[in-house]
């Protein structure tokens, strides 16, 4: 059936030609009655991140995961490391860091706000509103397995790589004329990480196996082929360490012989070696620490002992792949693509090798495979790679912006059960948060401030100036809804909404009418972590909370619509809405991030935070058709603002550009983070120090640049933006694959430019509305009478005539 519907105005793509261009519409052959068709073809070329030597420091070594068990390794051929990470290795134990005195202390702040002495109130909040202990604890390394290999002679042919379409590291060289290789993958169906050991020449595998740790901890044998590292997490802040945790590695040689002595064992001349590595803790929940790691690791590793190492193989790859491959790009491929990585790192900006952005985005939604996924703790400032007991940041979850960026990639590049440990996290808060919206506000609801960690402190800590910020639950819970945009899955829905509505009833229940203006506002608050006035950011309601408050009482009315409940409360939220304070147009032209037109004068022009373009990006209250006042003033900020920033800065950037609709600037970020400044010889992407929301915000980036959309609850109607910011650097291409809202999965094919054709594969009942890329003499969409529905289990083809 090839119903063609041709239409003058359904989408222009790309670059040149401002024309509408007329596409012939097609539904073709049903595909599927119920599940979306996510698989895309894999394309044969290769996906490696390279190296042609070990790797002399952290920044080198390869990182596998599983979601809750994280190794980086460094392949040496005399001694190899591999540094541990298990997700629920953090310092401290569960805490209640409320303050008793603030509750009093609040109105005084209030006052102190609306008085404009706001560095009195910030010093107020230092004194008597700050969580307790003032910081929260951090995620900590495990330790390292070792293996040392005496007899090791030159290495000559040598290779190491991490294959993003297998999950697996390989290692390659040749040593005394014997070829040697290693094979390592971290298993989610088995819950170990696999490590096999080959040579050419029977025999000739020989090493000593131990573990070492910077944690209180010791090494033991158990029997003859068990290595066991057995310790407790640091002590933070006075609270003493509690986390216990074991690793136990489990050796298997083929030929040869083991001898196991005082925590080592000693491999003698294997023809091949198996070694399995099993991580536990303690940990249950975040108020819960009585889980038995010694009894986890036996299981686990009695189950995968069972197993032969190509039934685990298997096991690993038809878990990991069908994830990995729902996604492919293709920007095209030059000589570049053979070297190490690094050095294409290094000549990037200067070369042709739109291979490396690929590989990048790929790598982005490797390391959101292997660092989220259900039933283990969300992704860190780290993801779960660390190697020390005191990283920067604590290696935990700062919610100004970096954990929300953590999550960006997971529903456009098609990932969406990878949010399930962020959604899990929102549940322990909705309960630590009641506790400190009570404490601390005397409200109902939940709050969380600018960081938390395994604990789910919820308070404000590290000080006013970057702590005192009460929105960062809020922020989370715009995942939430934004699942259901993409997936349209009502039942995840029913799940959290009670986390929204109570996210929601906080803020109904603490706006405070500031009496300068009339509007209802967040009091006390900070636009994150940037000064208006030298070393002080506390005020009230800043643009940022303002937007994201209207999308969270948005979404808790729409969810409660969907599933019919709660009128009331609807009102009542709908009610707030309508008085929270509106963006504002400041004399520069800019988007004001505070209701002051503060922002010329502010201390830092060029701060790497960007939080007032919230409502461009992430959120999509800005937007070329609907508010192009706002839409220019919010290029406006992003010009003042500039480009050099921190790497999570220029990921951010990149969707804003993208969400300008300007694919050349939008280019000029990727090419920026795209440098040994700010992406690390193994792609982690640098702030620097290393920090893994750069990665996800880069790759969320450039799924924005080649698709965006937006949901319309009442009328379940898509607008959709295909190519809507290509850049010239780019001209020919495909992507498969992408998810948008209103449950599509998208197939995009441009050639110098331009489109060739969309293939859209429809999920569920909507109205598909494409629309052609914003131009200046684009007709606003809401008078286009493009809309058509779109039917679950059909394809829809768009070609430009
Ligand atoms: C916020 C940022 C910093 C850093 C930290 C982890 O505080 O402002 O740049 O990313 O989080």
Known sequence: ?????????????????????PLALAAESVVSAVAPPVE???????????????ARQWLEALPLGNGRLGAMVFGGTDRERLQLNEDTVWAGGPHDYANPRALDALPEIRKLVFAEKYRDAQERINADFAGQPI???????????????????????????????????????????????????????????????????PGSITLTATFASPQTSEVTGEGENTLLLTGVSGASAGIPGQVRFRASAQLRNEGGTLVAEQGRIHVRKADALTVLVAIATNHRAYDDLTADPARRTAETLAKAASRTVDSLRAAHLAD???????????????????????????????????????????????LLIASSRPGTQPANLQGIWNESLNPPWGSKYTININTEMNYWPALPANLAECCEPLFAMIRDLAVTGRKMARDQYGANG?????????????????????????????????????HYEYTLDREALRKHYPHLREAARFFVETLVVDPRTGFLVT?????????????????????????????????????????????????????ARERLAPMRIGNAGQLQEWQEDWDMDAPEIRHRHVSHLYGLYPGQQIDPHRTPDLFAA?????????????????????????????????????ADLLTPERTAPNLFDLHPPFQIDGNFGYTAGVAEMLLQSRFDAASRTVELEILPALPGAWPDGNVRGLRARGNLIVDIAWKQGKLVEAVLHAGSDINLRPLRSRRADAADPTTEPTTFPALAGKKYRLIPQ
């Not at 290779?159 to 989610?188: K, M, P, Q």
């Open 446 to 482: 939940w709050v969380t401030h600018h960081n938390t960690d395994l604990w789910r402190g919820a308070a404000p800590v590290d000080g006013a100036f970057w702590g005192m910020w009460p929105t960062g639950g809020a922020w989370l819970c715009k995942a939430v809804w934004d």
């Open 1 to 21: 059936m090839n119903t063609s519907l041709n239409r003058r105005d359904l989408l222009a793509a790309g670059l040149g030609t401002l024309a509408a261009v």
């Open 523 to 575: 009091c006390p608050s900070v636009s994150p972590e940037n000064a208006h006035h030298s070393d002080v950011s506390v005020c009230a309601g800043p643009t940022m909370d303002n937007a994201i408050l209207r999308d969270l009482f948005d979404a808790v009315v729409r969810s409660a619509e969907i599933l019919d409940l709660d009128p009331d409360f609807r009102k009542e939220v709908t009610s």
């Open 634 to 670: 919010a290029r406006k900020s992003l010009e003042i603002r500039g480009d050099e920033a921190t790497g999570w800065s220029m990921g951010w950037k990149i969707n804003l550009w993208a969400r300008l609709r300007d694919g050349n600037h939008a280019f000029k970020l990727v």
């Open 40 to 54: 895309a073809a894999a394309p044969e070329e290769s996906l490696s991140v390279r190296f042609r030597e070990p």
């Open 135 to 201: 910081t929260q604890m951090p995620y900590q390394t495990v330790g390292d397995l070792i293996l040392d290999f005496p007899d090791a002679a030159d290495a000559t042919e040598y290779r190491r790589e991490l294959d993003l379409r297998d999950a697996t590291v390989r290692i390659h060289y040749t040593a005394n004329g014997v070829r040697f290789t290693r094979e390592y993958f971290a298993s989610a169906p088995d819950d170990v990480l696999v490590l096999r050991l080959t040579a050419d020449r």
């Open 320 to 366: 990991y792949r069908p994830l990995f491959q729902r996604v492919s790009l293709d920007l095209g491929t030059t000589p570049d693509a053979e070297k190490p990585t690094p050095e294409r790192v290094a000549t990037f900006k200067n070369a042709n090798d739109p291979h490396l952005a690929v590989l990048q985005f790929q790598f982005g939604r490797y």
